[in-house]
């Protein structure tokens, strides 16, 4: 099938968004699809071995970069890209953009529309509304059941069956099928030898980058490695634990080499706040579906999280230790028993690989297909 994916952002970025929606289309080309990729045009521009080693990418496909002008957020965009994908002959489009979603459905193109938050405002639920009435409109996609249950709540979505989908996000498999024990990958990436606790991901306020800094306090002879990051929230927690002499910073790691960072870790940690800001900065904690959570999973190493709701959703007491959010000295427990107890680790660990591997993105890119139907 000729899918064109318009997506939500600028290719490449740093954003979980962009790298989702560059697993999907690796996972999408995978499966046997001609694929075009339409992205936002920001100035930025990589040829395809750069985006490779930037997303972690092993198929090919094309991307269109179109005119987006700020102030029109993303009107204009939409209707360049829903032009662009018919110009070229999709035979469906998939998208994160409502805008998109709304305008190719209501022109009757075959229309996948994905969604990781309640639609935003007025204008995001008229165009939420005016989407599900469309002829086009074929599915609409969320990455958590909660999302779904609120969807039902707050729209009138439409009967018939297959039409919702909940797809959780993903992790490439074959990336972390031969990752070395943590001590032969620090080594390999020169990192100190000690009993390491990982993060990666972004530091933005509430992912829980001041508890990390006071388990290092806490736990001096264990070293906490943390990987991703603007430049300036790098800067900025460093200041803070400019006395902290086993907490490394290593800022952004392309995705192609994200798996060796996890895989120098002994324990990984999710150690989110009730609260947790996006790249927006809007709470995010109800709907949350990190990236991370896969990737750890398919690293295999024990993972300590905090308690919220939606994370349960994947993570529960046989695969990870849930812990009470920003308690510390449960934390500092947990911890030290995980370092004292090799046998805990290595049976959460079996069971992390065993979830992940029911979270594949070619298993999401089919789980979405799946049954089709031609017309709306």
Request: with cysteine; hydrophobic share 45%.
């Amino acid at each position: 099938m000729k899918i064109a994916l318009i997506a939500p952002g600028p290719i490449p970025a740093q954003t979980a968004n962009s790298i989702q929606v560059m697993k999907m289309a690796q996972a999408l080309v995978a499966d046997g699809h001609q694929l075009q990729v339409l992205a936002p045009a920001n100035g930025a521009t990589a040829d395809w071995k750069e985006l490779a080693a930037h997303y972690g990418l092993s198929h090919a496909f094309e991307i269109s970069r179109l005119r987006a002008r700020p102030w029109l957020r993303r009107y204009d965009f939409a209707v360049a890209a829903v032009r662009a994908a018919l110009t070229w002959g999709a035979e469906l489009i998939y998208t994160r953009v409502p805008q998109a979603a709304t305008l190719a459905a209501w022109r009757g193109q075959a229309t996948i529309f994905e969604l990781h938050d309640l639609p935003g405002g007025i204008m995001g639920a008229w165009l939420m509304r005016r989407f599900l009435r469309a002829k086009g409109a074929r599915r609409l996609v969320v990455n958590t059941n909660y999302l779904a249950g609120e969807l039902r709540k707050r729209f009138c979505l439409p009967a018939r069956p297959g039409f919702l989908v909940v797809a959780p996000n993903g992790v490439d498999l074959q990336r972390y099928s031969k990752l070395p024990e943590p001590k032969a990958a620090r080594k390999k990436l020169g990192l100190a030898e000690a009993f390491t606790v990982g993060y990666s991901g972004h530091l933005y306020k509430g992912r829980g980058v001041a508890l990390i800094l006071a388990l290092a306090r806490q736990l001096p002879k264990l070293r906490f490695l943390l990987v991703g990051g603007h430049l300036e929230d790098v800067a900025a927690w460093k200041e803070q634990a400019r006395e902290l002499t086993n907490v490394q910073f290593m800022g952004f790691v392309p995705n192609a080499h994200l798996p060796l960072y996890q895989a120098a870790c002994e324990v990984l940690l999710i150690p989110y706040s009730q609260q947790v800001a996006g790249s927006s900065g809007a709470d995010i904690a109800p709907f949350t579906n990190p990236l991370k959570m896969f990737e750890y999973l398919a690293a295999g190493r024990p993972i300590v999280t905090s308690d919220l709701p939606i994370l349960r959703e994947i993570l529960n007491e046989q695969n990870a230790v849930i812990l009470p959010a920003d308690d510390l000295p449960t934390w500092v427990t947990a911890l030290s028993g995980l370092q004292r107890s090799p046998r805990q680790r290595a049976v959460l660990a079996k069971a992390a690989r065993q979830t992940a591997a029911e979270y594949t993105w070619e298993k999401r890119a089919q789980r979405i297909l799946l049954d089709l139907p031609a017309s709306g």
